[in-house]
């Protein structure tokens, strides 16, 4: 069965510190998609990234960094120069293209705090 | 392009009475999923329609129902609520079935009393 999980519960940071959030996956798919969403406090979560299980890369968007590795089942995400506005809480979701269409199983969320 | 909308955004209802909340998809998208979100279960799938048939459902009991329409909007529907039905439902949509991005709307806040 497919599992998602976030380790860290709540991160709290400085302005401008960089910060990495885990999460780790469990899939028996040999094809499989990753995403990450941030929850901000009107409740709407927004997408970030998609990722397929073929592709390795780490991917780069602006402060927002990515790194995929399947060796150990991670998809960790860092923001450099974190800023207030990235308070918010953070999920990872896994979905399973053979097994349950677009169905997303996430990760328990970590709470971002980012304090001036 | 417009977002997901749902709608009401809060509803407030008491044990024992039912509920319907509607979500309408992002122009051109097909599939709709339903997720409930608590703070004790986080953030759980519901059910996925695509062109008006149920292609998956999670493990809610039969009181949790859904629905989508010709024009892909859709609604969800809960019976005989409970305490525990309290939560953040949030729809979502997407262009096809298969692991496609997903995009969701603000959410319907409910509260059972």
């Known amino acids: 069965a497919q599992k998602v999980t976030q380790a860290q519960t709540e991160i709290s940071v400085v302005e401008k510190e960089d910060v990495t959030l885990d999460c780790v996956y469990e899939?028996?798919?040999?094809?499989?998609?990753l995403f990450w969403y941030k929850q901000p406090p009107s409740g709407e979560l927004v997408f970030l990234i998609r990722?397929?299980?073929?592709?390795?890369q780490n991917e780069i968007s602006g402060r927002y960094s990515w790194n995929f590795q399947k060796s150990t089942s991670s998809f960790n995400f860092t923001i450099t120069a974190s800023q207030v506005v990235d308070s918010a809480v953070y999920f990872c979701a896994l979905s399973e293209k053979e097994t349950s269409g677009s169905r997303l199983t996430f990760g328990e969320g970590t709470q971002l705090t980012v304090n001036p | 392009k417009a977002g997901v909308t749902q709608t009401p955004r809060y509803l407030i209802k008491t044990r024992g009475q039912q509920v319907t909340l509607s979500c309408s998809p992002i122009?051109?998208?097909?599939?709709v999923s339903w997720y409930q979100q608590t703070p004790g279960q986080g953030l759980q799938f519901l059910f996925e329609?695509?062109?008006?048939?149920?292609?998956n459902k999670g493990n809610f009991p039969g009181r949790f129902s859904g629905r989508q329409f010709s024009n892909s909007r859709s609604e969800m529907n809960v019976s005989t609520l409970e305490l525990g039905d309290s939560a953040l439902y949030l729809c979502?949509?997407?262009?096809?079935?298969?692991?496609?991005?997903?995009?969701f709307g603000p959410g319907t806040r409910l509260t059972v009393l």
């Open positions: 329609y695509f062109s008006e048939t149920q292609r």
């Open positions: 990722r397929n299980s073929f592709d390795e």
């Open positions: 979502a949509s997407s262009q096809n079935v298969a692991a496609d991005t997903q995009y």
């Open positions: 122009s051109g998208h097909r599939s």
């Open positions: 899939t028996r798919d040999t094809t499989y998609y």
